[in-house]
Nanobody, 112 residues
Framework: QVQLVESGGGLVQAGESLRLSCAAS????????MGWYRQAPGKQRELVAT???????NYAEFVKGRFTISRVNAKATVYLQMNSLKPEDTAVYYC??????WGQGTQVTVSA
């Protein structure tokens, strides 16, 4: 059974940074594409970024230049470095695996 456990969310002010982590188990992490999605209140879940097993990345336009996704296969962990945070980045952030698994989500709140 695949398990994804996120950590690193919290409350920050606009312009500050946070780093989210997602630890995976029960999946051959090194061959899985991993990603981050987010869901704000009253809105649909949306893609933030993905990273393939080879390290190729894809970002939503609204985070390009501010967020960086990375992975350490030896630790079965994927990260999301979020810089220059804006109030509109406030959402629950979910880790995702191409093994069709989701984490439980971690809240990110950015105050103006």
């Amino acid at each position: 059974q695949v398990q994804l456990v996120e950590s690193g969310g919290g409350l920050v002010q606009a312009g500050e940074s946070l780093r989210l982590s997602c630890a995976a188990s029960g999946v051959i992490f090194s061959i899985a594409t991993m990603g981050w999605y987010r869901q704000a209140p009253g809105k649909q879940r949306e893609l933030v970024a993905t990273i393939t097993r080879g390290g190729n990345t894809n970002y939503a336009e609204f985070v390009k230049g501010r967020f960086t996704i990375s992975r350490v296969n030896a630790k079965a962990t994927v990260y999301l470095q979020m810089n220059s945070l804006k109030p509109e980045d406030t959402a629950v952030y979910y880790c995702w695996s191409s093994a069709n698994a989701w984490g439980q989500g971690t809240q990110v709140t950015v105050s103006a």
